[in-house]
């Protein structure tokens, strides 16, 4: 398994608290400047999918995606994501 770096030119968050894979080419990230960012590593493209509450700050994010074993699941996407003061979302 190899793991591949590299740093962008505009920072799109200040510190990662917590990432989730939906593919091998596709993640979630969340930090504490209250954001869920969607990165494409192909494309490098990334976008802000959420702009969390200014009291809530992520520490652990878990994404189910649709397709679990290569087939298709009749639900949406979800994700869970806990917060320092104990909530889950």
Request: charged share 25%; with cysteine; proline share 4%.
């Amino acid at each position: 398994m190899r793991l591949k770096t590299s740093l962008l030119k505009e920072p799109k968050h200040i510190l990662f608290s917590c990432v989730g894979w939906t593919t091998a080419d596709e993640l979630y990230s969340c930090s504490d400047d209250h954001q869920i960012m969607k990165w494409n590593l192909l494309t490098s493209e990334t976008t802000r999918v959420v702009k969390l509450p200014d009291d809530i700050y992520p520490i652990d994010l878990h994404w189910f995606p649709r397709s679990v074993g290569g087939k298709k699941q009749s639900h949406a996407e979800s994700f869970v994501l806990t917060s320092s003061d104990g909530k889950s979302i």
